[in-house]
Every structure is written in C-alpha cells, then in structure tokens.
C-alpha cells in the first residue's frame, strides 16, 4: 500500500486530468494468490481514486507502479497476470538460459518443492489432531487439510518470464546501444531466424552480428537479406559514434565483402562516413573457403593440411614462444624433468597455453601466396593409404584462382595493435607470462552464435517474445564480458547482478552518501539511441513502421490472454541438457535419385542349438501340464 503506508503522491495519467493527485477510497475488493518456490502467498493492494475522471485504479496497476522510486518499485514482490501471480523469486530462476536450465525443470522442481512442503504441513496437522483422540471416546471430527493446489503449467511460467523481459525492454535497449569498440568484427548466421513464428515466420533470412574485440555485441539484427539490408544498420552504429563522441573503430572483420577490383568494397561503402577504417578478411573464414576443396574431411590428412594452411597464413612471435619455452622448462624442473630439447619442450605445452600467452602475427601477402602455393603443390597428389586423394585437383585450383587476390584482405594492418594484454599476467617456473587477448579471429561471435539459439526457449516464438528475449540475452552476454572490457581488470567481484537500473540507483546514492561507489557498473548505459534491434529492424524492411512491442496490460485485473493455468505441464523446447544417443556414422538417408539395390529377402532365424523350435513345443493346458509333469518324474525315478 504505497499511498497508505509510504504516502506517496500519485497522479492520473488520463491526458484531460493534467496531473490530478489520486486520493484512496478503500481497500481493493481481490486478494491476488502468488506462485512462490515452495508454496502459495496471498496479496492486496489498496483503491485510488481520480477526483476529476472517477477513474479507480488498483495498487499494483503498472500506472501505479511506474510512479515509483527505483528503490520502492524494487520492493514489490511479483509479476501480476489476470489469473494469478508469480513471485520474483521464481521468475528469476528462468532467467539464464544455459545447459539443462529449462522451463519444463523448473515447473517439475516447483512441483516437487511444493509437494514436499504440502505433505510435511498435512503430516504436522495430523499428527496434532491424533493428539486428541482418547481411546474409548466418541470419534473425533477431523477436518480434513486443505487441497494440495496445483503449480501452473509450464506454458504459464513460460508467459510470466515474458512479461517480465519485457517490463525491462526499455533498459535492455539502452544497455545494447551503449555498447562501443575500436575493432570490430561482423558475421551472420541463420539458424536463429527458423525460431521466429507467427505472421513473421519466414521472413528473416539471416541475423546479423557486430562485436568488438572483448566479445561483447554491438548490435544484432534480423534482415532479409545481407548486402543492401544492412545500411540502416551500418547508419545507426555510425551515429551512435558520433553522438556519444567516442572516436570511430580502426578495424573492421567481414566474412564477406572485403574488397573490390576498383575503388571501395561493398562493406566500406556501407559504413562511408568512417574514412579511415580498414576493412579485413576473417583468416578462419578464408581457410573454410579452401577447406572446400577436400573430397571428405574425414580423410586422415585432413588436420594435418589445415594446420599447414594457418602457418601458411599465420606465424608464431619467436620473442614469445621463447620466453614460453623458457616457462614451461622452468615448470618441468620443478618436476624434476631436464635435459629436454626445446622440441620435447614444445611437445608438452598445450595449444590453449601458445595462444593464451603468444602472438601471431601475418606472413605478407607475397610470401602468403609463395607459402600456399607450395603447400597445394606437395598436397594436390597426396593420398591416404587406399588411395583416397585428399584435394579435389580441378575444384582446389579453381578456388585458388579465385581467392588469392583475398590474400592482400588478411594482413595485418600496421599501426593496428591486434593483441590486448589483460593485466592479468601469470608467473610459470619463475617467467612472467601475460595473458594476452587476440582481436583478429572472429571466434567470439561464433560463440555468440551458438549462444544465441539458446536465448529464445522452445522451438518457436512470436515476433515480440522473440525480441524480448533477444534482447535479455544481449544484455547478459555483454555484461559477462564487460569486466574483461573495462581497462586495468582489476580484482573480480562477487556480486553478480544484471540489473542496470538497480545498479546505477545504487551507485548514485553511495556517491551521494558515502562518496564512493558501491557497484562495479562496467557498461554505464547511456539513453536509448533509437536504433533498430532485432525484429524490430526486419519490420522496418518488410512490414513498415510496425508496433512490435505487445500491449502490456497496464491493470493486470483486465483479461491479457494468458494461457491456461494447468493444461499442459510441459512446453515443447530445446533439449538443452539431456543426453541423446550418439548417431551411427555409417547411416543416412539414401539419394531418390540414385538406383537402389534390391534388397534380399529376409533370413528365416535358425534356432540356438540349445534350444527347441518354438514350431515343436506343444501347446499345453493346465491339466495337460500336470499329467506331463507325473510322467517326467515317473521317468527321472525310473532312471
């Protein structure tokens, strides 16, 4: 009872009402039941009334509430939905969307939960009302405990963790847009796009990624297709730069794109305004592109080629390998390993460990292509030992031809520092070693892509739950990174919250009242940008200037559509933590377009030697059975 109890001023919202102070005529006629983790709790709220428009209003309404201090609003317990409520505490356990951690587990925990505290309440009651029988006495009326009541489906907590997303749209949105880099990366994928539903399923072709060189995301957006679809996208990035004055990135990684026979690629014409950025060829990517050459990779001298081709492309800082050679032979001493070579020593350090603590660095264009050129040379014949060629002779040629000039697009650009040391340096066999982080490679978004299918639960999601939970994802994801983002590392520390608004709250009265700050806010949001996220940004390609966000119910007692409360306890999902059976490798679904071959018929099954055909066995009755059993015995005694 906020009006009541804190006595707070609380105006209409109605526009004609310019304001009207809201006064309290009463307490709430419903008592809202609450989902709790291991049983239910009832709620009320108190009536407030316009003077001027006779409008009421309930204490919980969302007209209410979004008059309250960030300190106040953080103390109300629950989601309201028109049927019932779901604590909290509950709805943030459906927050992280990791391995294992679906909906489904938690409605069968919540299930559990609640079924243990209901039989341990009913067994308590009991066990006092049989203190109360006498023996020889008229029989006691018992009443009988409450009913057990049922946790809503999983459906139901599925369509409260949405609403709860999307009450922090508005943060979610900030947060992303104030997100900045001096070397960015910039990739696609399209698996994620096969989960969007409804009136938008089958319109998003690919979605779109920019990172920086911490692993956290720009920017993620649905389009329709790459190329063209991209330059709104390109245009919001540019401005958010230059509204928030940070200087614009350096470096720029495509999979695509990269270059042009004459003037500007398509990639640096879409982000025109900043003149000096270097546009760059993912090395990896370039490497899948001669990769496709190989008639199979499972072939045995598929691994092999492919690390001869990153040499070719990449080499080891010799200052760094040395002082890690040096490391380890001081950490084998202490084992009391010696006399080893450097190439023994080399042997035992772990590739994790070359890359954690050396660079690389590129050969040059000219002696990148000499490099390539002689290693197709000695495996253009190469075979295993049935004869199997690795490369294809005609399709490796023809890739040769067409992405050597490519060579020129993966140089490291001079001026650039492509390594970032993490000030987290650690000491092996008496060497300091730092750790380094490597900017170049765009494996951070390819993680990013996995982890983005498991941002949106289930199979399928409507256009706004798709956008709501993309965006929550985004959020967490840069802000696990964001302590590796802010300069000097520092101690880690244990509070884990991804609370923007709490946290700057916080932060705002400790420096108010204590002078310091009591929350490490790595990303610091700034306002909204207005740029187009996600499905957001499709829509503005295809469907116009479309609403996405869902007509929130600003009176959770009007009726929103919620599903039903108990049909249906599971919710089709990914199988995020259950193991499957391995596929057999030697199976697959045959090609209609070969010629089949017949198929023989089916071998009658011979019968074990020890064994009788079950043809002979005769079929015996119970008094059958009994005669037959006479006779054996009759049998055994005579022998």
Known sequence: MPYRLWAFKFVCTQPRCKRQKLTGCGVYKTVRRVLDMDGWYYMGTEYLECRLCKKKLAGWSLDILDQLDASHRSI????????????????????????????????????????QTWMSRTLYYLSVCDHFVVPGAAPLRVTPPPPFLDVPSAQWLLTVHGYDVLFQLEDFKARVTSIFGSILKMDSTKKVTKKLAGAAHGTAAWATNVGNEYGQVLITVLTDSEGEGLLDMAAGLQQRY????????????VTRDCCALMGKGKTAAMFSQWEELIVRLDVGHLIRRFARGVTTESHPLYALFLRRLSSCMLVWCAEDVERLLEAKRGELKESHITGLSDAQVLKRIRLKEMARHCRRRTHGAEETERLIGELLETFIDATDTLGVRLLDRDRMQAIWQTQRQHLVCIQDPPGVSIYTNKGKDVTKGGVILPVLRCA????????????????????????????????EGLVRWNEDRAEAAAEGGGQKQTLHCYDGVAQHAINELSQKLLGRSLVKDHTRPAKYTGELIGVKYLFSQSHGDQRLESNLGKDPDVPDGTPDLFEGGEVEEDDLGELEEEDDPTMSLPDLDDHLPPVPPLRKATPSPTQPNPSQVPVVTP?????????????SKGQ
């Open 440 to 471: 170049r490679e765009s494996t951070s978004l390819e993680s990013f892509h996995l982890h983005l299918n498991h941002f949106i639960p289930g199979t399928s999601a409507s256009a706004e739950h798709f956008q709501a939970y993309l965006l």
């Open 242 to 253: 230059s509204r928030a004055g940070v200087a614009p990135p350096k470096l720029l990684y």
């Open 76 to 115: 109300f317990p629950a989601i309201l939905t028109y049927r019932l409520s779901c604590d909290l505490k509950v709805v943030r356990l459906m927050r992280e969307r990791t391995l294992g951690n679906s909906v489904t587990r938690l409605y069968n925990q919540l299930r559990e939960q609640h079924s």
């Open 623 to 635: 008094p059958e059975w009994l005669a037959l059993m006479k006779a054996q015995r009759g049998a």
